[in-house]
């Protein structure tokens, strides 16, 4: 139904920021929620940031809160990951997924995923 390629990860000192895209390809990505998650060593897949269908509803892990913000431009079918005051505990593969529901939070929710980017904050 859906493709999604994630891009813009790479390596930034702590208080840095950095912008992640997630390009999506298919007819229908308005109808798809989407949802940025992030994967640590030896740790579990741990819930980011979503954002409704339209656009106009996001919601936050409380460690992203106040510091990233995620957006989506359905005309270009592409959803963003901004992140700000980087910190090393951010240091994890960020995951792009989509779901058929309006919005989710659960890993468990989201059908589709792209491959991963890596970010990793030093200090």
């Known amino acids: 139904q859906v493709q999604l390629v994630e891009s813009g990860g790479g390596l930034v000192q702590a208080g840095g920021s950095l912008r992640l895209s997630c390009a999506a390809s298919?007819?229908?990505?308005?109808?798809?929620?989407m949802g940025w998650f992030r994967q640590a060593p030896g740790k579990e897949r741990e819930f980011v940031a979503a954002v409704i269908r339209s656009g106009g509803f996001t919601s936050y892990g409380d460690f992203a809160r106040g510091r990233f913000t995620i957006s989506r431009d359905n005309a270009k079918n592409t959803v963003y990951l901004q992140m700000n005051s980087l910190r090393p505990e951010d240091t994890a593969v960020y995951y792009c997924a989509a779901t058929e529901l309006p919005v989710a939070t659960s890993r468990h929710q989201y059908g589709y995923w792209g491959q991963g980017t890596q970010v990793t904050v030093s200090s």
């Open positions: 298919g007819r229908t990505f308005s109808s798809y929620g």
